[in-house]
């Protein structure tokens, strides 16, 4: 029995040294004041956390379509509505990055196929411009989140 639980923790040691190269989207410290958003803040994190999630999907697994992943982008779109609708409470930067998700989004649409095959293709030029697409729109929301 001893022996098992030492394995086992080697084992768990093993598999989490693979996942340190993942992005995260980590919320920012909040001022003393809190979050301009509060009611919202469940929800960003819930998709930040959805969307880091996905991020390790993206290394040629495909996606099944029962799988969260594989609704993302919709799950961005309709927290981005609700964000939107309180804009005026965020910051600048906040307000910047809201246009900024919105345009990622349109500029992954195409993109779908290519996520739901786990990120690969034949085509180089597609992987790039894909791959730039999902930088940037984890990048913006990961700045809605922080200033929300």
């Not at 906040?94 to 649409?109: D, N």
């Not at 790039?128 to 930088?135: L, T």
């Amino acid at each position: 029995m001893r022996y098992s639980a030492i394995a086992l923790a080697f084992l768990l040691l093993g598999c989490s040294a693979g996942t340190s190269s993942l992005p995260t989207i980590t919320p920012a410290v909040t001022s003393a004041t809190g979050s301009p958003l509060p009611d919202l803040q469940p929800r960003l994190d819930a998709i930040g956390v959805l969307l880091t999630d996905c991020a390790a999907r993206l290394r040629g697994e495909p996606v099944a379509p029962a799988d969260n992943c594989s609704h993302v982008m919709p799950d961005v779109t309709a927290v981005i509505d609700e964000v939107e609708k309180q804009a005026a409470k965020l910051p600048p930067a906040g307000q910047a990055a809201i246009s900024e998700v919105r345009r990622q989004l349109s500029e992954i649409a195409p993109c779908e196929p290519w996520f739901a095959a786990g990120g690969l293709s034949e085509d180089g030029q597609l992987d790039a411009r894909c791959k730039k697409a999902w930088d940037a729109l984890y990048k913006s929301y990961n700045a809605i989140r922080n200033s929300a």
